[in-house]
C-alpha cells in the first residue's frame, strides 16, 4: 500500500500565497467590516487573533506533514531531494509565508485598538 499525500498540505506547498493572502486579507477585511459595524467591541483585535488562528492552523498542516516526512526519512536513511510536491524551495516559502502571515495577525491582535484609537 503506498503512501498518499493529504491533499490539503499539497495544495499549500504548492499555492503558498494564494494561502497566506486568504488568511490575511481574511483578517484584515473582516476585521474593518466588523469594526465598523459593530464600533464598540473591539473586533478588529479579534479578527487578528482569528488570523494568527488561521495562519497557524492552514500552514500547521504542513509542518504536520514535513514532520512525517522527515521521520519517514531518517528511518529510511534517505537525506536528499525529497520527491513529490515536497520540495526544498516551494516548503521554505510556504514556511516564510506562515511566519509573516502569523506576524501580521499578531500584530493587528496586539495593537489593532490603535488603528481607531480608542
Avoid at 477585511?29 to 487578528?48: D, K, S, T, V
Avoid at 488562528?53 to 522527515?70: D, I, K, N, Q
Avoid at 521521520?71 to 510556504?94: H, I, S, V
Wanted: proline letters at 7%.
Amino acid at each position: 500500500m503506498a503512501y498518499t499525500y493529504p491533499p490539503f498540505p499539497v495544495w499549500v506547498v504548492k499555492n503558498p500565497v494564494v494561502a497566506a493572502t486568504v488568511v490575511t486579507l481574511f483578517g484584515i477585511i473582516g476585521g474593518l467590516i466588523a469594526a465598523i459595524l459593530l464600533p464598540c467591541h473591539n473586533l478588529f483585535e479579534r479578527f487578528g487573533s482569528v488570523t494568527t488562528m488561521l495562519g497557524l492552523l492552514v500552514f500547521g498542516s504542513l509542518a504536520s506533514e514535513l514532520l512525517v516526512r522527515s521521520q519517514g526519512t531518517f528511518t529510511m536513511q534517505n537525506d536528499g531531494e525529497p520527491g513529490g510536491p515536497f520540495k526544498f524551495a516551494p516548503t521554505r516559502k510556504a514556511l516564510t509565508l506562515q511566519t509573516i502571515v502569523v506576524c501580521i495577525g499578531t500584530l493587528q491582535w496586539g495593537f489593532g485598538s490603535l488603528v481607531f484609537a480608542r
